[in-house]
């Protein structure tokens, strides 16, 4: 009953003592003392059954269930052990690729982003008109010095030298033919001198005359002045062999050595200028130092080269990796070579084509101060005809196998949360299809492929019974009805 049904009887109460003041026949006042007491009666009438309506569940009948729900018992089984990482997509070596000189207008681009390129493979061309000329030019004073030197070291014509081995030969010739004279004025003399001899024993024997005598010694003086005329002419003949020989030697031996040395100098300097110009020449086309995906181009037509200023982004051999950012309790889990399934695309599983296969490659020795991270490199298996469901840059996540081992586990549907946090309904231990029902805060690990079981790491024991049907309908205290 309210405090304005509690007014209204007061005022008829007082009217009926005292009477009306207004004149109104006395059956008026009657009859709207009775409707107030009818409307006093029916307030607190429905009030009564609205108190009963809305009082717990005080009668425990088999009419008062909340819900009629299907429980399972918590068991242990194996279960999948698994560590979820994320982090970033990035280069396994990221190469920037730009130019070697400066002040040079590019010309042409062959490449754009997302093209996989050749080590090798001509990405731009710079403007090499002004290098072009410049090495024409070095290329003929090169060959004017390569000349020079060709006549330093040898000043001498080829018809030059046949001349001197012709001289050369002729005086050899002279040699021996002047020997053979004195050979024969040698034999003549002694012929001669062995004729004055004997014509000396004749003279003393009176056989000859001394006139005779006369004749073969003088004859024999002739030839003595013959051979001393020879041995000089083979002398001279000689002589000038030897001088014909040395003049040989030298029209072979070429130019003087300081010459020589001169013009191998200047060849040198000439070809070390030449050489840097094919370089720079060479380095107006942009190559790409190896095969790999272009990821991003910095560079358009009319732009003025610089060393600085990088032309191109190279992910070498089109190799990606993820960087995942690790706490430092789960490192000790993870092994160099451990497989990983990394999400590939906007799915929130890791089924069918939209996962990547990869492998544990390096695990950081250091964890960062302030995070408590460390940093895992996952080597990421990305054939080309697949090179861009990742991309340099992208926030994935992966899935790395541990193992099984076996774990006390309950279905997921059992499981339900509640501010962020898991829970399940456990029955009261005892017998009979009605049971009350308490919440168990729970912490949950991995989750089963298979039948979606949820590991449960904390929070229940085994054997347990779980409300698998209907837990999100219900709350602390409430009498469910169990069925197999």
């Keep these: 009953m309210d405090l304005q049904t509690d007014e209204r009887l007061e005022r008829a109460l007082k009217a009926k003592a005292t009477g009306t003041q207004s004149g ?35 009668n425990t009948g088999p009419d008062r269930a909340a819900l009629t729900v299907k429980a399972s018992a918590v068991a242990i089984r194996p279960v999948q052990k698994s560590l979820l990482v994320s982090g970033g ?42 290098l072009a000329a410049q090495a024409g030019r070095q290329k003929a004073r090169l060959e004017g010095a390569e000349a020079a030197l060709l006549k ?100 072979l031996s070429g ?13 040198a300097e000439i070809r070390a200028n030449y ?17 790999g995906l272009i990821s991003r181009r910095m560079v358009h037509i009319g732009d003025i080269a610089s060393s600085t200023k990088p032309m191109f982004d190279l992910v070498r051999d089109g190799r990606m990796e993820l960087r995942a950012q690790v706490p430092e309790n789960d490192l000790p889990s993870i092994a160099v070579g451990q497989p990983v399934q990394v999400l590939a695309s906007k799915v929130d599983d890791f089924k069918g084509n939209s996962t990547v296969k990869g492998v544990v490659r390096e695990i950081s020795p250091a964890i960062d101060q302030d995070t408590r991270l460390g940093l895992v490199r996952i080597d990421l298996d990305l054939p080309r005809d697949r090179i861009g469901l990742l991309r340099p840059g ?3 996540k992966g899935e790395l196998n541990l193992g099984l081992r076996n774990a006390p586990t309950v279905p997921s549907q059992a499981v339900v949360y509640r501010d962020n946090r ?63």
């Excluded at 050489?275 to 190896?290: G, H, N, W």
């Excluded at 456990?426 to 168990?440: P, T």
């Design 24 to 58: 109104k026949p006395r059956a008026f006042l009657l009859i709207g003392t009775a409707v107030t007491i009818a409307a006093v009666l029916s307030g607190v009438l429905l009030w009564q059954t609205h108190n009963a309506v809305s009082a717990p569940h005080k």
């Design 89 to 130: 997509v990035w280069a396994w070596d990221p190469v920037q690729i730009g130019s070697e000189i400066n002040g040079l207008r590019v010309t042409d681009i062959y490449v754009d982003e997302g093209a996989y390129v050749k080590a090798g493979q001509v990405l731009a061309r710079l403007n090499n008109s002004v």
């Design 152 to 251: 330093a070291l040898q000043p001498n014509r080829p018809e030059d030298l046949s001349a001197l081995e012709a001289a050369f030969a002729q005086a050899k010739a002279q040699v021996a033919q002047e020997e053979a004279s004195l050979e024969r004025a040698q034999a003549t003399l002694a012929e001669s001198s062995a004729n004055a001899r004997r014509y000396q024993d004749l003279v003393r024997q009176g056989a000859v005359s001394a006139e005779d005598f006369d004749k073969r010694l003088t004859l024999s003086k002739v030839a003595h002045a013959e051979v001393t005329n020879a041995q000089q002419k083979v002398s001279a003949a000689k002589f000038n062999a030897e001088q014909a020989h040395q003049r040989l030697s030298m029209g």
């Design 255 to 267: 130019g003087r050595r300081e010459d020589i040395d001169i013009s191998r100098s200047q060849v």
């Design 275 to 291: 050489q840097e110009l094919l370089s720079q020449l060479r380095q107006t086309e942009i190559k790409a130092p190896a095969a």
């Design 394 to 396: 992208n926030f994935v």
């Design 422 to 484: 898991a829970l399940v309904y456990i029955l009261e231990k005892g017998a009979g299809a009605q049971r009350k029902v308490h919440m168990r805060y729970v912490k949950i690990g991995s989750r089963s492929r298979v039948d979606g079981a949820v590991e449960i790491l904390s929070g229940l024991n085994p054997g347990d019974l779980v409300v698998q049907s209907g837990a999100g309908f219900l709350k602390e205290g409430d009498l469910v009805r169990v069925v197999d």
